[in-house]
């Protein structure tokens, strides 16, 4: 099931994390990276790809978090995995930032993303901010709305529709209450 994620990753530093949980370190400079640049980086991490999940992650070496070796300094080789980009578009740039909406397998790092997308640039980056996933066919459209796709859907209820295994329809739009009034 695909996620799609927002965020933001600051290029010309690193972190031994690859987000804000450990300190970035000293500053590249970034001002000669161009839009086609930084096009080409987002164009090469889409579509199927092997990805080295980070050192501070909770994948398990030997029955252990990864994260308890990294933060007690032990050196751990990672094994790259499977994963897809589905799609991986800028949407706002304002260098050191590139904001971004990625949408992903189940799986991917986007911390581990955001660290190839600095190799690329040759100068490092980390993930700054991200949003919450909005995980498989379920997607936040306007205030209010959710859009539900039904290719990965098999069946979907709402208030007044009901849609069965073999409707055709690509889209259902269900309006929600507020969560928050």
Known sequence: ???????????????PSSDL???????????????GDLEKAAQALTGP??????????????????YHHARQGLQ????????????????????????????????????????????????????GASGEPISGSFRWTTPGKWTISLRQSSRATCKKTFCKNNLTKAFVFIIFAPLYA
Do not use: W
């Open 49 to 66: 790809q092997q990805q080295t999940p980070p050192l501070y992650s909770a994948k398990k070496i030997n029955g252990e978090r990864a």
């Open 76 to 127: 751990t080789q990672m094994q790259p995995r499977d994963i897809r980009v589905e799609s991986f578009e800028i949407t706002r740039v304002n260098l050191p930032e590139v904001h971004f909406r990625i949408t992903c397998s189940k799986g991917t790092y986007i911390r581990s993303l955001a660290r190839d997308f600095g190799d690329i640039l040759q100068t490092g980056a980390y993930l």
């Open 21 to 35: 949980e450990t300190t970035p370190g000293e500053a590249k400079p970034v001002g000669h990276i161009t839009p």
């Open 1 to 15: 099931m695909d996620k799609t994620y927002t965020g933001v990753f600051v290029i010309g530093q690193t972190t």
